[in-house]
């Protein structure tokens, strides 16, 4: 089975930067999408940002300028670059992928989940 492990949150204060990583591995033919979503409390659950197979990305306008997503193909890992952070993108953020197992069949699998907390 594919799994996603996420690395990389913690307590930032405001202005500070975070890279967030998210490593695919199990029995994996292929991976298309990836990207992360963002969940605070009280609030629904935001798509922050994603990216294709190809490397084209959409990032959500509330972190667009201040977040990039990049991926490693070869390594099945996507990152997400956090900059100029503020204390409204305390969440928990959650990787996500797109992907073929080793027998084609395809599923959308979730990392587990990293705090994110921005405070000073």
């Known amino acids: 089975q594919v799994q996603l492990v996420e690395s990389g949150g913690g307590l930032v204060q405001p202005g500070g930067s975070l890279r967030l990583s998210c490593a695919a591995s199990?029995?994996?033919?292929?991976?298309?999408?990836m990207g992360w979503y963002r969940q605070a409390p009280g609030k629904q659950r935001e798509l922050v940002a994603r990216?294709?197979?190809?490397?084209?990305?959409n990032i959500a306008d509330s972190v667009k300028g201040r977040f990039t997503i990049s991926r490693d193909n070869a390594m099945n890992t996507v990152y997400l670059q956090m900059s100029s952070l503020n204390p409204e993108d305390t969440a928990v953020y959650y990787c996500?992928?797109?992907?073929?197992?080793?027998?084609?069949?395809?599923?959308?699998?979730w990392g587990q989940g990293t705090q994110v907390t921005v405070s000073s």
């Open positions: 996500y992928a797109q992907a073929l197992s080793s027998t084609y069949v395809p599923g959308l699998v």
């Open positions: 199990g029995s994996i033919f292929s991976i298309n999408n």
């Open positions: 990216i294709t197979n190809s490397g084209s990305t």
